[in-house]
């Protein structure tokens, strides 16, 4: 960045009444549609810099959220210093600046460097003095010389990205002018040198942008056809060889091949703009109040497209809508055969944070199910067979509900007794704003292959048949949390008991079976042993080929035994076989100690 001040002796002029068609055809020069695309950027950011604050700094292109990141870029303070900076009116190319401006560029190529002060030692005052352009108050420069396209040029010079830049916010002055001075003109030299940082040289885009006020003010703007439909003027899309012609005045302009044009114009008050023939099919008019400082106004064919949309409701910023499927509305457009409608979750409608893109013949659209307690975004456009009107400004509301809290545990806790044929009662307390509960049973606090993992609760209590899903005496735990359409709320902080198993002597089972519980095996587990007839038994522990590791002698009930491993747990890693040995036979299953 680099800025001067002149001292210029101002000569009034006088202004006749009358209005003649104008006769002399005015050229801002030649810009190449990248340099245009460029200008179009700078214009809108003029134009409106909270916006654009937003849209730099939300924007998809990972090259430019990568330097972000390099550079250590604050988002949040970015889009806030951009709400304080007030609106500028628009440049207009100048075509000795655009010839300064591409000089330097090609000189910055040709010598391989990125600055200010040319190879041959001109500052910028020799190159402006070369191509005989006075600037009548302060001028400046911008240059980019490692652009990755120019998109990421305009990032890096409206962010003014770098430690010292973001101290000194030149680049950004430049741009924007947010303090006392009001640059009028501009010239943009853009190449891309097949270069860039991988290469050893500058590139892979080079820019240079050239800033200068007079006193004379432009109609200026472009003629294009807006292809992607994004409300700018992109490289390719602008429409060459069409007149514009101010209802009075002196100049008019034809568009150059980039599209664009700009007119000299004096005195103020209402003045229609006619753009015709070149692409054009039929006249195109637009009726502006030209006052002191530039004016912008583009063409482009699609003129009968409709207009804006103007959204109902939600009102903007509304709050507490309803997330269980909100109807959106808006008033009716004329010429309209139907309306497209994002809705989003980021104020730039980043292709990844769209949730919604629907098409409607209707004035309203009700939505699906959406996020609780969620900001977002909408806008709608019109469409017909000319193709789409303008983006409605952008609403935002958000969402009501909210995930239910935290539950907490009445019982069990504690010492616990349970028949071996009865039921173990879990309960807890109404968890606010839960539909439903989920609860975990586990050997281990961890809560690791928990043995009841069940989601489907709609009341306070989940009853555990210990008759056919018995569990072992020793200990437990066990958590619960309330859940609702907004999602779970926060788990119970677990709960411990130790159980005690007592036996119902009508039903001591005639069949036996064994089980070790949880498996992996961990210190908590436990041996579950269900016997007819109490006896003495031996537990033993073999390898897969049959080799005995340990063995040792118990005493059973008739009924459930939980046993503890015990010295199991002290043998070496691996998959074994767990045989007992009983007056009535053998029992066998496998272990896997981790």
Excluded at 428 to 452: C, D, L, M, Q
Excluded at 532 to 538: G, K, R, V
Aim: aromatic share 10%.
């Amino acid at each position: 960045m680099i800025r001067f001040l002149l001292f210029a002796v101002m000569c009034g002029m006088f202004v006749s009444p009358l209005w003649a068609q104008p006769t002399t055809e005015y050229s801002h020069g030649d810009p190449t549609p990248h340099e245009q695309y460029q200008l179009e950027l700078i214009n809108r950011a003029r134009a409106n810099p909270a916006e654009e604050g937003i849209r730099v700094m939300d924007t998809d292109d990972q090259a430019v959220q990568q330097a972000y990141s390099f550079f250590n870029i604050n988002k949040n303070a970015t889009k806030q210093a951009f709400t304080t900076y007030p609106q500028r009116p628009p440049l207009a190319f100048h075509p000795a600046l655009i010839t300064a401006a591409r000089a330097h560029t090609a000189d910055m190529i040709a010598k391989n460097f990125q600055g200010h002060t040319s190879s041959n030692g001109d500052d910028l005052g020799d190159r402006y003095a070369k191509v005989s352009y006075q600037s009548q108050g302060m001028f400046g420069e911008n240059v980019s010389a490692y652009a990755e396209s120019m998109w990421y040029s305009h990032c890096g010079l409206i962010v003014d990205w770098g430690e010292q830049n973001q101290i000194d916010l030149g680049h950004r002055e430049n741009i924007l002018n947010f303090k006392n001075y009001n640059y009028t003109e501009i010239g943009i030299g853009a190449t891309n040198s097949g270069g860039g940082l991988m290469s050893g040289t500058v590139g892979p885009w080079v820019v240079t942008q050239d800033f200068g006020m007079r006193s004379v003010r432009y109609i200026v703007g472009v003629c294009y056809i807006d292809a992607n439909e994004n409300g700018i003027c992109d490289p390719g899309e602008g429409l060459s060889g069409v007149r514009i012609e101010p209802s009075r005045g002196t100049y008019y302009a034809i568009t150059s091949t980039s599209g664009g044009y700009a007119i000299p114009f004096t005195g103020n008050g209402s003045v229609t703009i006619t753009a015709s023939g070149g692409a054009l099919s039929a006249p195109m008019s637009k009726t502006v109040d030209f006052q002191s400082d530039n004016i912008k106004v583009d063409f482009f064919p699609a003129s009968m497209r409709p207009a804006a949309a103007v959204l109902t409701a939600p009102p903007n910023n509304a709050s507490n809508v309803s997330h269980s499927g909100p109807t959106l509305r808006w008033n009716a457009v004329q010429l309209a055969d139907d309306y497209e409608v994002h809705v989003a979750t980021t104020q730039n409608f980043s292709q990844s944070s769209i949730i919604f893109n629907e098409s409607t013949d209707q004035t309203s659209l009700s939505l699906g199910a959406l996020t609780c307690a969620t900001q977002h975004y909408w806008r709608v456009r019109a469409r017909n067979g000319a193709g789409a009107g303008d983006w409605s400004p952008v609403f935002s509301f958000r969402t009501d509900g909210q995930r239910p809290s935290s539950a907490t545990t009445t019982s069990p806790k504690g010492a616990t007794t349970v028949d071996n044929m009865g039921d173990l009662v879990f309960t807890w307390p109404t968890v606010a704003g839960a539909e439903r509960y989920h609860v975990k049973i586990a050997a281990t606090s961890a809560f690791t292959n928990p043995i009841v993992d069940d989601s489907s609760l709609t009341t306070t209590e989940y009853r555990h048949a210990m008759a056919s899903s018995p569990l072992s005496s020793g200990n437990w735990y066990w958590e619960v949390r309330g859940g609702s359409d907004c999602g779970w709320g926060g788990w119970s902080s677990g709960a411990a008991f130790a159980l005690t198993i007592t036996s119902v002597e009508e039903t001591t089972p005639t069949t036996a079976s064994l089980r070790i519980e949880p498996m992996p095996a961990t210190s908590d587990s436990r041996i579950v042993l269900t016997v007819a007839e109490s006896s003495q038994a031996t537990l033993e522990v073999l390898t897969l080929d049959g080799r005995s590791v340990t063995k040792q002698d118990v005493i059973l009930a008739s009924g459930v035994n939980s046993l503890p491993l015990g010295e199991v747990m002290t043998i070496r890693g691996g998959v074994y076989v767990l045989v007992v040995t009983t007056p009535s036979g053998r029992l066998t299953t496998l272990i896997t100690i981790p």
